[in-house]
């Protein structure tokens, strides 16, 4: 499975930005999802997560009431809605897919395909 994110950009705070990330070479409408971050001089963490259904998901407390996971499985592709961006929120976002399981996990050595990263710069 490869993973292609995009949907990066420069904001404002308080500005928004859907980020997208499409499977290709395998179906990954069985496989749970996340999306992870990470800033400069600091460790990957996680973001938000979603079931193989979509019935399920999980969101980083700091981005909670803020972003939105969604995935379209007809499509390969797992999105993420950023509203209400801050300063804060500026890091390099990863997608990243698990082969087995069903329901959502945080921690990023459970995921098993990752995409090649897009950049989010939110200034002040």
């Known amino acids: 499975v490869q993973l292609q994110a995009s949907g990066g950009g420069s904001v404002q705070a308080g500005g928004s930005l859907r980020l997208s990330c499409t499977a290709s070479?395998?179906?990954?409408?069985?496989?749970?999802l996340g999306w992870f971050r990470q800033a400069p001089g600091k460790e990957r963490e996680f973001v938000a997560g979603i079931s193989w259904s979509g019935a399920s998901t999980d969101y980083a407390d700091s981005v909670k009431g803020r972003f939105t996971i969604s995935r379209d499985n007809a499509k390969n592709t797992v999105y993420l809605q950023m509203n209400s961006l801050k300063p804060e929120d500026t890091a390099v976002y990863y997608c990243?897919?698990?082969?087995?399981?069903?329901?959502?996990?945080?921690?990023?050595?459970?995921?098993?395909?990752w995409g090649q990263g897009t950049q989010v710069t939110v200034s002040s």
């Open positions: 990243a897919a698990r082969r087995s399981g069903i329901g959502v996990v945080t921690s990023d050595l459970r995921y098993d395909y």
């Open positions: 070479g395998r179906t990954f409408s069985n496989y749970p």
